[in-house]
């Protein structure tokens, strides 16, 4: 479990550094697991998932991507 966890990924925008981030693996490896089984996590299929779910995210979810956002000055879940 511990493994799908590291590779756990997010959103648009810097997808590799996202898959790296620690915070937003432990932030969100919940709602991944949720909203996003059977996807491969080091596929754009994930990103396109959580970006399709970030309705559904947790609030934990969401207070990892707004740190990451702060820490990377990006904007990982931006509204189309």
């Known amino acids: 479990m511990f493994a799908a966890l590291t590779l756990l990924t997010l959103t648009a925008g810097p997808a590799f550094a996202q898959r790296e981030d620690q915070g937003l ?4 490896a919940d709602d991944y697991f949720r909203l996003c089984m059977g996807v491969d996590p080091n596929s754009q299929d994930a990103d396109r998932c959580m970006t399709r779910n970030r309705s559904k995210l947790s609030p934990k979810c969401k207070a990892a991507i707004g740190d990451y956002d702060k820490r990377t000055g990006g904007k990982s879940m931006q509204d189309n």
Not at 25 to 28: A, D, K
């Open 25 to 28: 693996q432990l932030g969100c």
